[in-house]
């Protein structure tokens, strides 16, 4: 089965950049949102095996995000954007269910490499 993305993020460049990344990765994105209640439309309506969401510009909203996507469906595999070297930031997107981490701007090669980690990760973990 080919995996497919949801990108969450309010800037339609940085949705543009990470859905080119994650063709390059061998990951069909099906679906982008601006917000957190476009995303759960998404979800609900698609059903994404992958989603990246976007804390930047929102860190409370997008964190509970993370729990909303997750309480619908558990075996969604989640990666969290967060601010460059935002440790505590990564840390409580871990600690919500995200499996990877990415900090924004992208590092083309970095992100490349956590998109097909999220893509090979087992389902229910």
Do not use: C, W
């Amino acid at each position: 089965m080919r995996h497919t993305l949801l990108i969450v993020d309010n800037a339609d460049f940085m949705r543009f950049v990470l859905g080119d990344l994650a063709r390059a990765a061998g990951i069909a994105v099906i679906a982008e949102a601006g917000s957190a209640v476009e995303a759960l439309d998404l979800q609900a309506a698609l059903a994404p095996r992958l989603a990246v969401v976007d804390l930047t510009a929102d860190a409370v909203a997008g964190e509970g995000l993370l729990a909303a996507l997750l309480a619908r469906d558990p075996d969604l595999a989640l990666a969290a954007v967060v601010a460059p070297g935002d440790a505590d930031g990564a840390a409580r997107a871990r600690a919500r269910g995200a499996r990877e981490v990415l900090e924004k701007p992208y590092d083309p090669d970095t992100a490349l490499r956590a998109l097909q980690r999220l893509s090979a990760a087992p389902v229910g973990v």
